[in-house]
């Protein structure tokens, strides 16, 4: 009996600590771009999706705008792709 109930601690504990830490992203646009995204930083609670959404130029095709954490994957809007990810730091390629 002590031995489930100190399994069923620490499972509890794994999962409280899993649902409190905040998702890493990296969070910036085109203006604060070598500012922000050298390093990740914490999304808000319940936002665990990364994203980097890119919008077509007229002279140069497809071009990178903004990275940013949301609680889901932005739908893209007209002209724009958006890839999503979700593990830590997952958009720093993407």
Known sequence: ???LLLALVVVAFVCLDSVSS???CFQCNEENYWDKCLSATSCQNGESTCYTKYKRHKKFGMRWAVKGCARACPNPKRDEIVNCCYSP?????I
């Open 89 to 93: 730091e997952c958009n720093i390629l």
């Open 1 to 3: 009996m002590r031995t």
């Open 22 to 24: 905040n998702q890493l």
